[in-house]
């Protein structure tokens, strides 16, 4: 069984600081990961993934996270962040060998403020 | 293109009522997953659908139930409406060995 762990429910950056948002993951077999934002009343929407392949991936709007085997984790980073990142984001983990059949298990969100 | 459809996108119930929630998939998607996010919450995967046939389901009690039609779209139901049903729905489609998710808006349920 796979599970996701967010550190931080609540995060706050002045604008123009570094975001910084934390992700362990937990899976008994290679996994694949994603960052999702969502913005209030709104759905999901993709910001990256990890799928075995480059380990520092990037995503879009600047945000990249990079995949570190050895300590489980999946932090996901933007070096200036702007009022728009305001937004709560999830982590997510699925099992990497048939993805497509396989279910996503979240983490419980980190919801982000941007302080002017 | 269009991506994920819900309908209806707000609704409010009361306890011991059905619902029935419904879902388009992104086009060219073949494959449907329902999530339940309570407030506060991350998704939590109820169930998938695949050539209109149940493939997974997590961890809910049979009073939630689904269908998949010919053209993909699907429906989620809930019978017997408790409180604790309360949540934002959200349908995610995707082409069967793909590896990304699309997910709709979401259909916010109360029960009150």
């Excluded at chain 2, 069967?96 to 808006?105: E, K, P, Q, R």
Aim: charged residues 15%; proline residues 4%; hydrophobic residues 35%.
């Amino acid at each position: 069984a796979q599970s996701v762990t967010q550190l931080g429910s609540h995060v706050s950056v002045s604008e123009g600081a570094l975001v910084l948002l934390r992700c362990n993951y937990s899976s008994s077999v290679p996994p694949y990961l994603f960052w999702y934002v969502q913005y209030p009343n709104q759905g999901l929407q993709l910001l990256l993934k990890y799928t075995s392949a480059a380990t520092l991936v990037k995503g879009i709007n600047g945000f990249e996270a990079e995949f570190k085997k050895s300590e489980t984790s999946f932090h996901l980073t933007k070096p200036s962040a702007h009022m728009s990142d305001a937004a709560e984001y999830f982590c997510a983990v699925s099992l990497g060998s048939n993805f497509g059949n396989e279910k996503l298990t979240f983490g419980t969100g980190t919801r982000l403020t941007i302080i002017p | 293109d269009a991506g994920v459809t819900q309908s209806p996108t707000h609704l409010i119930k009361t306890r011991g009522q059905q619902v029935t929630l419904r879902c388009s998939p992104k086009s060219g998607h073949d494959t449907v997953s329902w999530y339940q996010q309570a407030l506060g919450q991350g998704p939590q995967f109820i169930f998938q659908y695949y050539e209109e046939e149940e493939r997974q389901r997590g961890n809910f009690p049979d009073r939630f139930s689904g269908h998949q039609f010919p053209n993909y779209s699907s429906e989620l139901n809930v019978n017997a409406l408790l409180l604790g049903d309360s949540a934002l729905y959200l349908c995610a489609s995707i082409q069967s060995g793909a590896n990304v998710l699309t997910f709709g808006a979401g259909s916010r349920l109360t029960v009150l």
